[in-house]
């Protein structure tokens, strides 16, 4: 029987060229010449560093642009507030990985409410669909990607 996971991932090494990549443009960048402006990746979240909240924003930018040519999707970062403690400016990106329950039971009603011949099923942090035909399971995957879910979804596990 056909089925896929519907799950919300980052691709860690992808990741870490992407802040090697920005830290990188940032040290060459004359605009920062001096400033020991980085970004700092941690298990869960991203620090990005500089002397100025506009510093931040223009480091924010550059990650964003190195992640998108590296196929990552940037909603799955979500922005706290820039903290200024004397010269320097802080920001953190918390890392959002999986789905959490309450949207994957909003993911299951959705694929109900369309009355396709499939079956959702919650495992852990991802969404499980079987069904007995691929088109009904294309047919899923296209409702996915129109719904706005607040964060990003990707399709594992395609089996046929």
Known sequence: MPSFDAVSELDAHELTNAVDQTNREVGNRFDFKGSDAKVVQEKEALLLEAQ???????????????????????????DNDVEEIGQRAKQRLSI?????????????????????????????????????????????????????????????????
């Open 96 to 160: 959002q990985q999986g789905i959490n329950s309450d949207i994957a039971r909003k993911i299951v009603k959705m694929i109900k409410d369309k009355k396709l011949k499939v079956q959702a099923a919650i495992q852990g942090e991802q969404v499980r669909v079987t069904g007995k035909k691929r088109d009904d399971l294309q047919q899923v995957m296209a409702l996915l990607r129109e719904a706005d879910l607040g964060l990003p979804i990707q399709f594992t596990n395609f089996r046929d």
């Open 52 to 78: 100025s909240e506009f510093q931040i924003n223009q480091i924010k930018d550059i990650l964003y642009n190195k992640m998108a040519k590296r196929g990552l999707d940037v909603g799955s970062l979500k």
